[in-house]
């Protein structure tokens, strides 16, 4: 079978997927003209062009909020809205621990290595950008046999995060992807770097309130 035929068949398909039953039913924000916008609306996000889509939000205790977005292709695309105390904690600190908190989410201790992070102007103010290499901890399973048995498995995964503070709430907005952070190695059918994805999905974040 050519190449292109395959790709063609595996867009029909994902496609197909995605009309039946687009981004699930495990979330409370609202879908509008391919725009999420959280129960509370306090953020909105445009959604990203999704193969077999998901979309979950959920409240995470009492001061925390994310809704994610997966697909087919072992994709991530997240906002997390966190209300932090801020007698006890400052945004720097707060970043800090996010970070340690996302390298012990996606996978074993100790897979996670941050291979930048810097400052960076946006247009909510200066936020803190970061970028971690995973060697297991991409946001899908692989199954593989051996010996007659079934292993799962996390693959390898790049991410990028962008931390911005609006008023009394701080933003995560998360990008990650398996393969290589320039694209090669990644899903055929998805063009774009690591960055340039992040970048498009930053973009259409907004800040309503």
């Not at 979309?55 to 925390?64: A, E, H, P, T």
């Not at 909510?124 to 970061?130: K, P, T």
């Not at 693959?155 to 990650?176: C, D, F, K, L, R």
């Not at 393969?179 to 259409?204: A, C, N, T, W």
């Amino acid at each position: 079978m050519s190449n292109t035929l395959m790709v063609s068949l595996m867009l029909f398909f994902f496609g197909a997927c995605a009309h039946v039953a687009p981004y699930g039913t495990n979330y409370t924000g609202k879908i509008q003209d391919g725009i999420y916008t959280s129960p509370n609306n306090t953020f909105q996000v445009q959604i990203p062009t999704l193969y077999g889509g998901k979309i979950v939000d959920k409240q995470l205790g009492v001061r925390s909020f994310r809704v994610s977005m997966t697909d087919d292709f072992c994709r991530l695309f997240a906002v997390t809205e966190i209300n932090p105390d801020w007698e006890k904690v400052s945004f720097e600190k707060l970043v800090d621990d996010i970070g340690k908190l996302y390298e012990k989410a996606y996978g074993e201790e100790g897979n996670a290595t941050v291979v930048e992070q810097k400052k960076i102007p946006t247009a909510f103010g200066e936020g803190v950008y970061v970028r971690r290499s995973y060697s297991a901890g991409g946001p899908c399973t692989v199954l593989t046999f051996a010996d007659g048995k079934r292993r799962e498995s996390k693959p390898p995964a790049e991410s990028a995060t962008i931390n911005v503070q609006s008023g009394q709430h701080v933003y995560v907005i998360e990008t990650m992807i398996v393969g290589s952070p320039d694209g090669q190695g990644g899903p055929g059918l998805i063009s774009g770097s690591l960055d340039e994805q992040m970048s498009s999905f930053f973009k259409g974040f907004k800040i309503l309130k």
